[in-house]
C-alpha cells in the first residue's frame, strides 16, 4: 500500500544529492522480522522506519523486499545502512543492476509531481 500523507518533521539542512520523494511503502529486510515502512525515496536510496534498530548497525548490507505501485512484481534489492534515527534507518541503494535502477526511476518520475514546489 502507498501512502502520501505527509508527516513533515523538523529537518536539518539537506545533506543529500538526490531529491527525495515522501513516499510509504511496505518493505521487508531479509533478516529483520517483520514489515517496515518505506517512508521516502530518492534515486540513491531510501529512509525505512523500524522499531528494531538493535538488530541493525550502520555500514551494515541489507536486502530489501517491497512491492512498488509502479510494479507488477516484487522489488528485491541490496542497500547500505548509512545512518541511524530514532525512528529508522537510511540507506543507499548498491550494486543495482538494470532492471531495479529502471523500477527505482519509474516509481521515482510518477510520484514526482508530489513533490512541493522549489524542492527540485
Same mark, same amino acid.
Given at each position: 500500500? $502507498?501512502? @502520501? ?5 523538523? $529537518?536539518?539542512?539537506? &545533506?543529500?544529492?538526490?531529491?527525495? @520523494? =515522501?513516499?510509504h511503502c511496505?518493505?521487508?529486510v !531479509? ?6 515502512s518505506?517512508?521516502?525515496?530518492s !534515486?540513491?536510496?531510501i529512509f525505512?522506519?523500524?522499531n !528494531? %534498530? ?5 555500514g551494515?548490507?541489507?536486502?530489501v523486499?517491497? #512491492? +512498488?505501485?509502479t510494479?507488477?512484481? /516484487? !522489488? &528485491?534489492?541490496?542497500a547500505? $545502512? $548509512?545512518?541511524r534515527r530514532n525512528r529508522?534507518?537510511g540507506?543507499?541503494?548498491? /550494486? +543495482?543492476d538494470?532492471?531495479?535502477? #529502471? /523500477?527505482?526511476? %519509474?516509481?521515482? =518520475?510518477?510520484? &514526482?509531481?508530489? +513533490?512541493?514546489?522549489?524542492?527540485e
Amino acid at each position: 500500500m $502507498v501512502d @502520501l500523507r505527509s508527516n513533515k518533521k523538523d $529537518v536539518k539542512k539537506e &545533506r543529500r544529492k538526490d531529491p527525495r @520523494l =515522501e513516499f510509504h511503502c511496505d518493505a521487508r529486510v !531479509l533478516g529483520i522480522d517483520g514489515i517496515h515502512s518505506i517512508t521516502d525515496i530518492s !534515486l540513491g536510496g531510501i529512509f525505512i522506519e523500524t522499531n !528494531l %534498530l538493535d538488530q541493525i548497525r550502520v555500514g551494515q548490507i541489507i536486502t530489501v523486499v517491497t #512491492n +512498488l505501485p509502479t510494479e507488477r512484481n /516484487a !522489488l &528485491r534489492f541490496k542497500a547500505k $545502512v $548509512v545512518s541511524r534515527r530514532n525512528r529508522g534507518i537510511g540507506c543507499q541503494f548498491i /550494486a +543495482l543492476d538494470d532492471d531495479e535502477r #529502471n /523500477a527505482i526511476c %519509474l516509481c521515482f =518520475e510518477m510520484f &514526482r509531481d508530489t +513533490l512541493p514546489a522549489g524542492c527540485e
